[in-house]
């Protein structure tokens, strides 16, 4: 909760680390999404439709069509995903990314 | 009849909206129109501004600057259905009254626009053409029409009077079946995972990050690279060491034996180094000869040594050469070399098809050895190649000698850098052979004058058989023959004709020529007379006669002094001459063989006081000469000379 959130900020310096949570991308592919979804959460800080948004155009421009992509801050899922496509990944101590092609 | 004009307030910046009517219509009664007219006006004052209004307000360039008062003054305009322009005192003359009258009916239909359309009533007769003339238009283009049919069927018609010249005909190709064909490729695999996302989760994720972080920043320094790599350099030398296992075991297994050698002939090598005879000082000038090692190799022993010769570059090299001296017991003949270090056991062996006669080892080159043999040829061994087989052969070439070539010696490299060497036979030929790529190329160098003895006619057949073969050391042309027939021919590789000089030496076969390695005049013969010779090459008779009571077979110059020569017999005795110390007699005779061996072979060591002998068992046996033997003259070779001299001088007198 609220308590949890201060000791966060305190004790950690979430901003620079973002390792995956959860992932089977291959190398390549991990790191480039990893990047831009770093740079859109940081780009649309304020709204995670946009940040959503921006990731899934790019990912679907890239690797083929039909990505999903979730954001936000508690949230719990169930998703069905392509072998080799799924990242889940934390970013900036407080926001839960999740990225995933299924067509 | 008249366009209706419009009454009412009109602002006069508006272009003048025009109501054209393009059909002609028919004209109707003034009252008519003026119903329109009313009509209209009622519509336009109340909807006129604003449907003005609407519109931009274009100005444009040439229109009157009015104040605004002039511009809000109201200006009335008045509206007739009277046509302006229509002439309104039109007089007639009429013929029924007989004068002008006026008219007053006027026509006041004023046209402003007339425009004639060409539209043609279908059903009229005019119509019905015109679509018959488009019919035929559009017979290409296929749209079909249903008033064009009754015209197609005329054109048909027309066709089919042409059958004549024209043939319809029309076929169809099988068209093959369609067939419905659908494929489904395997969908990539899918998985489900679920998850959720907390603050929570996130935190505790990130704490076990930081702490995984933390140890393996410790964890990277140098322990994993250090195990990697010696894993990897122990991997190699495995690898290594099993591939060179048996290479490298090979070496090793020679320096053991070497070594196992050293240890059962230790006090042969003890001897071989060190001992020099006390007893000596107490013999006078005597000498002795201490036999050292016996070289024998198993597979020779039905064959005798035939030629000997030190390697100039491995002083504790030889080779010798097996074969057999009798004509009647030919068989293989082999080539062996020995090294002082291992006695047991030659170093090199080749076989030969046929008995080695005689072997010269190149001054510079020493791994290449010329080889002749009891059939002619002669071979070319390359002892640093690993193969049995002579590199050069003279088998197939024409130029190869009839009979057993008797003696080889290398030469100097021709002026191509070839190597080449020069043989004689008992062919009477000698030939030089150079080394040119891979073949021997021949060139006849002389052929040794018959003997005056033989008839004429049979001067060609029976060829003059030449023994020994020696060149000069410092004048590299001039060289010596020994003959069968006891002569000695000195000749020159310049004059390819004629001999220079004929020596009659012994009644017997000369079995070895050989110039004195100082001296420039002085040679040494040795033959089956039993004698031994020595000569100046400026006088007919020798200048030195010494008897050895059995045939000599072999005779050698020592190579530390001028005056020391050693000579083997067919009794197995050695014997060693000073002519410095005693003229006349030999300083020591010694028997260094077993009963019944003769001893065909002598070798001075270039380097070591020893000399090597073979006999005609196969066996090599070394000997070491006793001090007195090895007197070296404390004097320079070019005072030695003149030493000689004196010596011979001395003896003639």
Redesign the interface.
């Known amino acids: 909760g609220a308590d949890d959130t201060e000791e966060k900020t305190q004790t950690i310096d979430p901003k620079h680390i973002f390792p995956p949570q959860h992932t089977d991308m291959p190398e390549e592919m991990r790191v480039e999404t990893m990047e831009l979804c770093v740079t859109a959460c940081e780009k649309f800080a304020t709204n995670n439709e946009s940040a959503a948004k921006m990731i899934k155009e790019s990912m679907d421009k890239k690797f083929g069509s039909s990505w999903h992509v979730v954001i936000g801050e508690g949230f719990g899922f169930e998703i069905t995903h392509e072998v080799k496509n799924l990242l889940y990944m934390f970013f900036g101590g407080g926001l839960a990314v999740c990225v995933w092609k299924c067509s | 009849m008249s366009v209706s004009h419009k009454v009412g307030t009109m602002k006069s910046k508006q272009a003048p909206n025009v109501n054209s009517h393009q059909k002609a219509a028919v004209a109707k009664g003034v009252k008519a129109i003026g119903k329109k007219k009313d009509e209209e006006e009622g519509l336009d004052t109340a909807e006129g501004e604003e449907w003005m209004q609407g519109k931009t307000l274009v100005k444009p360039p040439d229109q009157l600057d009015l104040t605004e008062a002039e511009l809000n003054e109201e200006i009335t305009r008045v509206l007739k259905a009277s046509n302006p322009n229509a002439p309104q005192n039109v007089v007639r003359y009429s013929f029924k009254e007989g004068c002008y009258k006026p008219i007053v009916f006027v026509d006041q239909m004023a046209i402003h626009f007339e425009l004639e359309g060409n539209l043609v009533h279908k059903e009229s007769d005019e119509g019905r053409r015109l679509m018959a003339k488009q019919a035929e238009v559009d017979d290409g283009g296929g749209v079909e029409r249903p008033d064009n049919v009754a015209i197609k069927a005329a054109k048909r018609e027309q066709k089919l009077t042409n059958q004549f010249n024209f043939n319809e005909r029309a076929s169809q190709t099988l068209n093959n079946t369609p067939r419905d064909i659908s494929c489904q490729t395997e969908p ?16 505790d ?3 076990e ?2 702490q995984r ?1 933390e140890k393996s920043k410790e964890k990277h320094e140098g322990q994993f690279l250090n195990k990697e790599e010696d894993k990897s350099k122990k991997k190699m030398i495995q690898a290594e060491t099993q591939n060179d296992d048996i290479s490298q075991l090979a070496k090793v297994v020679k320096i053991i034996e070497r070594m196992v050698n050293q240890n059962i002939f230790d006090d042969v090598a003890q001897d071989f180094m060190y001992f020099e005879d006390a007893s000596d000082e107490f013999r006078g000038e005597k000498g002795t000869l201490l036999p050292l090692w016996t070289f024998q190799y198993d597979k020779a022993k039905s064959l005798s040594v035939t030629a000997l010769c030190w390697n100039h570059k491995y002083n504790d090299l030889f080779a010798v050469g097996l074969g057999s001296h009798e004509f009647t017991q030919q068989g293989g003949g082999m080539l062996l070399f020995y090294t002082l270090k291992n006695p047991s056991y030659p170093e090199f062996i080749f076989n030969t098809a046929s008995g080695v006669m005689c072997l010269d080892i190149h001054e510079h080159l020493s791994y290449l050895v010329a080889v002749g043999l009891y059939d002619g040829c002669v071979a070319v061994y390359n002892l640093k190649k690993k193969t049995d087989q002579p590199i050069y052969n003279s088998r197939a070439s024409s130029g190869k000698h009839t009979s057993a070539v008797m003696q080889v010696k290398w030469q100097k490299d021709d002026l191509d850098s070839n190597h080449n060497f020069i043989s004689v036979s008992a062919d009477g030929r000698l030939v030089s052979w150079t080394l040119v790529k891979h073949e021997l190329v021949f060139t006849e160098i002389i052929k040794l004058p018959v003997i005056d003895t033989i008839p004429d006619d049979l001067k060609d057949v029976i060829p003059t058989v030449g023994t020994s073969l020696d060149f000069h050391k410092q004048k590299d042309y001039s060289f010596l023959v020994g003959t069968e027939h006891g002569k000695i021919h000195k000749g020159s590789k310049y004059y390819s004709s004629k001999f220079l000089e004929k020596y009659d030496a012994h009644f017997m076969n000369v079995t070895r020529v050989k110039w004195n390695p100082f001296h420039p005049d002085v040679f040494i013969s040795c033959g089956w007379d039993w004698m031994v010779k020595i000569w100046d090459q400026t006088m007919k008779s020798p200048v030195f006669t010494f008897e050895l009571k059995t045939s000599v077979t072999d005779v050698a110059w020592a190579p530390y002094s001028s005056t020391v020569f050693a000579a083997v017999t067919t009794d197995g005795k050695v014997h060693v001459f000073d002519l410095n110390i005693n003229k006349y007699e030999a300083l020591c005779q010694q028997k260094v063989v077993s009963k019944k061996t003769k001893l065909f072979n002598i070798e001075f060591n270039p380097v070591h006081p020893i000399i090597i002998v073979g006999d005609d068992r196969g066996h090599v046996t070394s000997l070491k000469l006793s001090p007195n033997l090895r007197k070296k003259p404390k004097v320079e070779s070019e005072v030695l000379n003149v030493h000689f001299q004196m010596s011979l001088h001395i003896s003639l007198v």
């Open positions: 990539p695999p899918r998985a489900n995972f679920s998850a959720t996302a907390n603050q929570w989760e996130i935190y994720f990130y704490v990050e930081l972080r």
